[in-house]
T-cell receptor
Framework: GAGVSQSPRYKVAKRGQDVALRCDPI?????LFWYQQALGQGPEFLTY????????KSGLPSDRFFAERPEGSVSTLKIQRTQQEDSAVYLC??????????????FGSGTRLTVV | QQQVKQSPQSLIVQKGGISIINCAYE??????FPWYQQFPGKGPALLIAIRPDVSEKKEGRFTISFNKSAKQFSLHIMDSQPGDSATYFCAASKAGNTPLVFGKGTRLSVIA
């Protein structure tokens, strides 16, 4: 596609509910990243895929967060037993090359998750 | 520990004026410094980026100034326009497969 597509755009979840957020990267982009952006803050790194391999998941805040990219294209970020502190915009970005140097990310518009 | 410190948090500039946003970093392993622009409801978009082997990079009305010894870099927006009103983020990354680290952002308002 022309850009990074994320769905849903908005998600309201009751506390304790599981949610799944989808990211369709730009076709052919090797690298895919998930970031969490709290209100009024900068994006914070969650996890990184190169093709289907999850190379870095150091930013995932707890074991309730899980991400996958089984075929090296679409990725899903899953949050189990959501808590109020999970409320944020979840941004997905993709990049053409395997290395991050010099490759600007292309971000999607994000999924705004509100946990009530 | 915040790896990239950005200031100011918010900025109001008259149309036609110069907007200046500053960032400082501690990790000398950082070697790529981009600036992103974000409009409400949208993801950040790459604006301009610099590497530490140059002290300045200019693209249109946007200029990055880089001071390696001070570990600081700044974004200058010349002839600021109302359409420039957005949130701006500085970021940094190290060589290899490492993610971008972002500052907390500066909300710029350009008023006529």
């Amino acid at each position: 596609g022309a850009g990074v597509s994320q769905s849903p755009r908005y998600k309201v979840a009751k506390r304790g509910q599981d949610v799944a957020l989808r990211c369709d990267p730009i076709s052919g982009h090797v690298s895919l990243f998930w970031y969490q952006q709290a209100l009024g803050q900068g994006p914070e790194f969650l996890t990184y895929f190169q093709n289907e391999a999850q190379l870095d998941k150091s930013g995932l805040p707890s074991d309730r967060f899980f991400a996958e990219r089984p075929e090296g294209s679409v990725s899903t970020l899953k949050i189990q037993r959501t808590q109020q502190e999970d409320s944020a915009v979840y941004l997905c970005a993709s990049s053409l090359g395997p290395a991050l140097r010099g490759n600007g990310y292309t971000f999607g518009s994000g999924t705004r998750l509100t946990v009530v | 520990q915040q790896q990239v410190k950005q200031s100011p948090q918010s900025l109001i500039v008259q149309k036609g004026g110069i907007s200046i946003i500053n960032c400082a970093y501690e990790n000398t392993a950082f070697d790529y410094f981009p600036w992103y622009q974000q409009f409400p409801g949208k993801g950040p978009a790459l604006l301009i980026a610099i590497r530490p082997d140059v002290s300045e990079k200019k693209e249109g009305r946007f200029t990055i100034s880089f001071n390696k010894s001070a570990k600081q870099f700044s974004l200058h927006i010349m002839d600021s326009q109302p359409g420039d009103s957005a949130t701006y983020f500085c970021a940094a990354s190290k060589a290899g497969n490492t993610p971008l680290v972002f500052g907390k952002g500066t909300r710029l308002s350009v008023i006529a």
